[in-house]
């Protein structure tokens, strides 16, 4: 049979569609696989994951309080007196010219300086003596206001007709701070009573130093 350059071609297009389609057909499924897997890839590569953190931070700053106790023998004008012999006491009559049977008295207060951040409680120690107290006693009075006579009453600390040189056990008051506390606290007034007995002998001399000792709480 002899065929037409038109079935030729006719042919010959069909036979390349038919080569094409085969070819196609042929890819391995393996190629197609990873054909795939890299559009898979292709698209993940494209996701950004945002990353969530924060934080929280705390800070605390320390700094001691103050602590300072102070002394007044007129109930005004307050200092500090830290070692012996302190501040002098005032006595109503001259304790340098004693006789058996005077009584002589002197007012004190303490109280918690400015800027002292803490209470205190304050502990009366037995009075350090110098050359001869024999015969003489005492009692300490807390009145209400500044201030140290015969008529003075109040809470008493140390009791009558003890020997000066001596504190009977624990003796002790209390003192609260200023508020606020850049001002001084509230002075806690005392009263000293010294007695002379019938064995004071004459020209005697002597000295007695009390210590109010105050911890902080």
């Known amino acids: ?50 990353a969530w953190n924060d934080s929280e931070f705390a800070t605390a700053s320390f700094q001691a309080g103050t602590f300072n106790l102070q002394g007044s023998a007129d109930g005004t004008t ?26 002589v008295y002197a007012p004190y207060a303490v109280r918690l ?42 809470t008493t600390l140390v009791p009558a007709a003890t020997a000066v040189g001596s504190v009977p056990g624990s003796v002790t008051f209390q003192l609260a701070p200023g508020t606020p506390t850049t001002a001084a606290g509230a002075a806690v007034n005392l009263c000293f009573v010294v007695t002379a007995g019938a064995g004071l002998t004459q020209s005697q001399t002597g000295s007695a130093t009390w210590q109010f000792q105050a911890v902080s709480h």
């Open 1 to 50: 049979m002899t065929h037409t350059p038109e079935s030729l071609s006719s042919s010959g297009r069909h036979s390349g569609d038919q080569g094409d389609t085969k070819r196609r057909r042929r890819v391995p499924g393996r190629v197609r696989a990873l054909l795939a897997g890299g559009l898979v890839l292709g698209v993940g590569a494209t996701v950004t994951l945002a």
């Open 78 to 103: 307050f200092a500090d007196h830290a070692s012996a012999p302190g501040s002098s006491l005032g006595f109503s009559v001259n304790a340098s010219t004693l006789s058996p049977g005077d009584v």
């Open 113 to 154: 300086a400015a800027n002292t951040t803490s209470p205190a409680t304050v502990t009366i120690t037995a009075p350090g003596t110098t050359g001869t107290v024999t015969g003489l006693s005492y009692s300490l009075i807390q009145p209400t206001a500044f201030g140290c006579s015969s008529a003075t009453t109040g």
